[in-house]
C-alpha cells in the first residue's frame, strides 16, 4: 500500500514529514500560511496516522523510498523532528530529487555524546520507550507536553499536539518504538559536508527537545547551510509562530536551484 498523501495549492513542490507520534494533520497552521506559494505535499510517515496500515517499515530507506515515489522531483523537504531524519536520509540519498532540505526543530543526531555534547538524554527516549507498554496514553501525553515546553504559546501548542494526536487513530506501539529507536541510534552528521543541495536549519529559540545549538552545530558542517531562530518558539513553532516559519521558508526557496 501506499502512504497517505495529500496536496494542497500550486506553485513550486514543498514537502511537509511530521514528528513521532503524529500525522501531516498537525502541520495545518503552516499550510495555511504556504499554500498561496507552494505545492505543498503533505505525507503521513509508516505507522502513524492514515499511513498505519501502509506496510512500509519505519526505517529510514524504507520510507524515504515510499515517499519520494509519491511526491514531485525537485521539491523542497521540510522534516520537523523525525521527519528531519527521513528528509535528511532523502537528501543523501535521492539528491537530484531533493531540491531544498528544511530541518525544522530536527537535528542529524538527537542524543548526546562526547562528540556532540548538545544532544538528549538517551535515557529521555528509552524511558518513553519502555512506559509505552504501562501508559501508552500517558506516556504520549508526557511527550506532547515536553514538546510544548518553552514555547510562549506553551498552553495553546499543548491543546493543538493533543488535539490532533488521535485525530486520525491511535499510533501503533510497535511503530512509537521503532520511532524512539532512530531518535536514539540516528547519527547522520558524516553525510553533512557532501549535501549537494542548499539546506535551512530552522529552530525554535526555546526549544526542549533539540537545542538549537545543536541544529547550529550541524548547520556549519553542511557546505551551503544557513540557520535561523524563531524567537519566542518551542519544539513546534509552526504551531503557534506559522507566519514566521512561512517566511523563512519563503525566503530559503528563493535561493534553491530550480
Not at 528528509?87 to 525544522?104: E, S, T
Not at 510544548?148 to 488521535?166: I, P, T, Y
Not at 532512530?182 to 559536508?193: F, G, I, K, M, Q
Request: net charge negative.
Amino acid at each position: 500500500m501506499s502512504l497517505f498523501h495529500a496536496v494542497h495549492g500550486q506553485g513550486q513542490p514543498l514537502v511537509l514529514l511530521h514528528g513521532w507520534a503524529m500525522h501531516a494533520g498537525i502541520f495545518a497552521p503552516l499550510v495555511d500560511a504556504l499554500v498561496a506559494d507552494f505545492q505543498v505535499h503533505l505525507v503521513d510517515l509508516p505507522g502513524h496516522g492514515r499511513s498505519a496500515d501502509a506496510g512500509v517499515p519505519l526505517a529510514l530507506d524504507a520510507a524515504v523510498d515510499a515517499v519520494a515515489a509519491q511526491v514531485p522531483a525537485r521539491a523542497i523537504w521540510l522534516g520537523w523532528s523525525l521527519g528531519g531524519l527521513v528528509a535528511l536520509q532523502a537528501a543523501v540519498k535521492h539528491p537530484g530529487a531533493v531540491r531544498g532540505l528544511v530541518m525544522l526543530a530536527a537535528s542529524p543526531r538527537f542524543v548526546r555524546g562526547d562528540d556532540w555534547p548538545t544532544g538528549m538524554d538517551p535515557s529521555v527516549f528509552r524511558g518513553f520507550g519502555s512506559e509505552l507498554g504501562r501508559d501508552y496514553r500517558g506516556t504520549l501525553d508526557r511527550f506532547l507536553m515536553l514538546e510544548a515546553q518553552g514555547s510562549d504559546h506553551v498552553r495553546d501548542e499543548l491543546r493543538l499536539l493533543r488535539s490532533e494526536v488521535f485525530a486520525h487513530g491511535e499510533p501503533g506501539a510497535d511503530a512509537l518504538r521503532e520511532g524512539l529507536r532512530l531518535l536514539e541510534e540516528s547519527d547522520l552528521r558524516a553525510n553533512l559536508p557532501e549535501l549537494a543541495m542548499p539546506s535551512l536549519w530552522l529552530a525554535g529559540r526555546r526549544d526542549r527537545l533539540v537545542s538549537p545549538a545543536a541544529m547550529q552545530a550541524a548547520a556549519g558542517l553542511a557546505p551551503d547551510a544557513r540557520f535561523h531562530e524563531v524567537r519566542h518558539g518551542g519544539h513546534a513553532p509552526f504551531l503557534t509562530h506559522a507566519d514566521a516559519v512561512a517566511g523563512a521558508l519563503r525566503d530559503f526557496a528563493k535561493d534553491c536551484p530550480p
